[in-house]
Protein backbone atom coordinates (compact mmCIF):
# COMPACT_ATOMS: atom_id res chain seq x y z
CA UNK A 1 0.00 0.00 0.00
CA UNK A 2 1.26 3.07 -1.37
CA UNK A 3 1.65 5.87 1.24
CA UNK A 4 3.06 9.95 1.05
CA UNK A 5 3.12 12.04 3.91
CA UNK A 6 4.00 15.86 3.24
CA UNK A 7 5.89 17.99 5.61
CA UNK A 8 7.64 21.18 6.38
CA UNK A 9 4.90 23.77 5.46
CA UNK A 10 4.69 27.05 7.35
CA UNK A 11 4.20 30.80 7.36
CA UNK A 12 7.25 32.43 5.96
CA UNK A 13 7.63 35.96 4.43
CA UNK A 14 7.88 37.44 0.90
CA UNK A 15 11.65 36.51 -0.18
CA UNK A 16 12.04 33.70 2.29
CA UNK A 17 12.56 30.04 2.10
CA UNK A 18 11.19 26.40 3.09
CA UNK A 19 11.64 22.83 2.10
CA UNK A 20 8.94 20.69 1.78
CA UNK A 21 9.62 16.77 2.64
CA UNK A 22 7.86 13.63 1.24
CA UNK A 23 8.17 10.54 2.79
CA UNK A 24 6.85 7.77 0.44
CA UNK A 25 6.01 4.47 2.19
CA UNK A 26 4.97 1.06 -0.26
CA UNK A 27 7.02 1.81 -3.15
CA UNK A 28 10.64 1.78 -3.90
CA UNK A 29 11.06 5.53 -4.81
CA UNK A 30 13.52 5.55 -7.18
CA UNK A 31 12.12 3.40 -9.20
CA UNK A 32 9.01 5.74 -9.46
CA UNK A 33 7.82 9.03 -10.92
CA UNK A 34 6.63 11.87 -8.26
CA UNK A 35 5.13 15.26 -8.68
CA UNK A 36 4.46 17.80 -6.25
CA UNK A 37 0.71 19.80 -6.86
CA UNK A 38 0.13 22.95 -5.14
CA UNK A 39 -4.03 23.80 -4.64
CA UNK A 40 -5.43 27.45 -3.76
CA UNK A 41 -8.70 28.32 -2.27
CA UNK A 42 -11.47 28.06 -5.39
CA UNK A 43 -8.28 27.17 -7.93
CA UNK A 44 -7.85 23.96 -9.71
CA UNK A 45 -4.84 21.65 -8.29
CA UNK A 46 -2.11 23.22 -10.27
CA UNK A 47 1.19 21.25 -11.18
CA UNK A 48 4.28 22.42 -9.66
CA UNK A 49 7.54 20.00 -10.22
CA UNK A 50 8.27 16.52 -10.93
CA UNK A 51 11.29 14.25 -10.91
CA UNK A 52 10.66 11.32 -13.58
CA UNK A 53 13.03 8.28 -14.20
CA UNK A 54 16.81 8.70 -14.13
CA UNK A 55 16.04 11.80 -12.11
CA UNK A 56 15.00 14.25 -14.85
CA UNK A 57 13.16 16.78 -13.45
CA UNK A 58 10.30 19.22 -14.85
CA UNK A 59 8.89 22.79 -13.40
CA UNK A 60 5.63 24.78 -14.14
CA UNK A 61 7.23 27.92 -15.07
CA UNK A 62 6.57 29.59 -12.29
CA UNK A 63 8.59 28.28 -10.42
CA UNK A 64 11.37 27.92 -12.15
CA UNK A 65 14.32 28.94 -11.02
CA UNK A 66 12.92 29.37 -7.53
CA UNK A 67 12.15 25.70 -6.58
CA UNK A 68 14.29 22.04 -6.76
CA UNK A 69 12.55 19.14 -6.53
CA UNK A 70 15.14 15.87 -5.30
CA UNK A 71 15.00 12.71 -4.41
CA UNK A 72 17.16 10.63 -1.06
CA UNK A 73 16.55 7.03 -2.22
CA UNK A 74 17.94 6.25 1.33
CA UNK A 75 15.56 7.91 2.91
CA UNK A 76 12.55 7.45 0.65
CA UNK A 77 11.53 10.44 0.19
CA UNK A 78 11.20 13.76 -2.14
CA UNK A 79 12.00 17.47 -1.16
CA UNK A 80 10.60 20.54 -2.81
CA UNK A 81 13.19 23.01 -1.89
CA UNK A 82 11.45 26.79 -2.71
CA UNK A 83 13.07 29.60 -2.26
CA UNK A 84 12.34 33.53 -3.12
CA UNK A 85 8.91 32.70 -2.51
CA UNK A 86 5.72 35.29 -3.18
CA UNK A 87 2.21 35.70 -2.05
CA UNK A 88 0.85 33.86 -5.14
CA UNK A 89 3.01 30.74 -4.24
CA UNK A 90 0.53 30.39 -1.21
CA UNK A 91 -1.22 27.06 -1.45
CA UNK A 92 -2.07 23.99 0.05
CA UNK A 93 1.09 21.76 -1.76
CA UNK A 94 0.16 18.10 -2.09
CA UNK A 95 2.86 15.28 -3.21
CA UNK A 96 1.83 12.38 -5.46
CA UNK A 97 2.97 9.49 -7.48
CA UNK A 98 2.69 8.49 -11.17
CA UNK A 99 1.92 5.28 -12.15
CA UNK A 100 1.97 6.43 -16.14
CA UNK A 101 0.53 9.68 -18.59
CA UNK A 102 1.77 13.74 -18.44
CA UNK A 103 3.85 14.61 -15.92
CA UNK A 104 1.92 17.47 -15.83
CA UNK A 105 -1.31 16.32 -15.52
CA UNK A 106 -3.03 15.31 -11.90
CA UNK A 107 -4.66 12.17 -13.40
CA UNK A 108 -1.54 11.04 -13.62
CA UNK A 109 -1.28 10.59 -9.96
CA UNK A 110 -3.05 7.76 -8.38
CA UNK A 111 -1.49 8.48 -5.38
CA UNK A 112 -1.59 11.39 -3.09
CA UNK A 113 -0.70 12.94 0.38
CA UNK A 114 -2.68 14.96 2.58
CA UNK A 115 -0.91 17.74 1.85
CA UNK A 116 0.93 20.86 3.57
CA UNK A 117 -0.03 24.13 3.84
CA UNK A 118 2.53 26.76 2.93
CA UNK A 119 1.20 30.44 3.50
CA UNK A 120 3.66 33.28 2.17
CA UNK A 121 2.85 37.14 3.68
CA UNK A 122 3.09 39.92 2.27
Known amino acids: QVQLVESGGGLVQTGGSLRLSCAAS????????MGWFRQAPGQERDFVAAIWYSDVTFYADSVKGRFTIARDNARSTVTLQMNNLKPEDTALYYC????????????????WGRGTQVTVSS
Open 96 to 111: AHSISGPYDSPKSYPY
Open 26 to 33: GLTLSNYR
